[in-house]
């Protein structure tokens, strides 16, 4: 299993398009912060830093992009075989996959978090760096880390159910945006039909509820509760991946 694991940190840390994200992210932090001096009114320096310059934007489009096409290449190219002729199980290679992963949607959070701090200093040194500021930029942070962790354990699953990358690539996209668009009005069904508050896309809120405490009046679940539900649904999904994984034919 060790052997999995690095050999997927490696993959992914040598990969070009993943290299080439992390100029890109770093490039797109650096436009926002000066959008942000610029524009003071249009993106006020303390909103900016709190979501860490949008960071979160980029990093959610990338994460579903990789996780919706984890699996698909592997059997697009081959490369899953080799592991199999390898003596590797089906559960050690899908269980590496994603502990990789996550590994690397940690780094990235974790990196984007420091060019904020350094942006922060560079281009707002005016700005007051208080306990309250702090807590809510590291609130904000972890608030989109979970969603994100939420968003890729579906994703997961769906690239073990499907063959085609593209597909998966397509569907995790436009299921991200399409939860975004429809959170509103779903929080307005939970509101009216009770038993809709235990739906997978309403634990997506429990970052959000975590930062904010009145968020419980919209998802209609104490903090337990919806901790509780998040960490089902994801174990659940990331056991149906494993299960879907393991029954397919190479």
Known sequence: MKTLIRQEMYK??????????????????????????????????KDAFRTSYLAFIPITLFFIGICSTLITKEHQYGTLRS????????????????????????VIFLSSSIVSLIFKFIFFSHLTLTKKMLEDWLLKDFNQFLTL?????????????????NLA???????????????????????????????????????????????????????????????????LFIGLAVYSFCKKAV
């Open 149 to 165: 962790v939420f968003l890729m354990s579906l994703v997961i699953l769906l690239s073990t159910l499907i063959n085609n990358s």
């Open 12 to 45: 992914l840390i040598k990969q070009r398009s993943n290299k080439i994200f992390f100029i890109g992210l770093f490039v797109f932090q650096l436009l926002v912060a000066l959008c942000s001096v610029k524009y003071p009114k249009f993106l006020a320096a």
């Open 83 to 106: 592991l199999l002729y390898r003596r590797f199980s089906y559960v050690q290679v899908i269980i590496s996959k994603i502990i990789s992963m996550m590994t690397f949607t940690i």
């Open 169 to 235: 690539l397509t569907i995790g996209i436009v299921g991200y945006f399409v939860v975004n668009v429809f959170n509103q009005m779903l929080l307005m069904l939970v509101a009216k039909f009770d038993w809709l508050k235990w739906n997978p896309l309403n634990m997506m809120n429990f970052g959000e509820q975590l930062q904010n405490s009145d968020f419980h009046k919209l998802t209609q679940l104490s903090l337990p509760q919806i901790s509780i539900g998040y960490v089902v649904y994801v174990v």
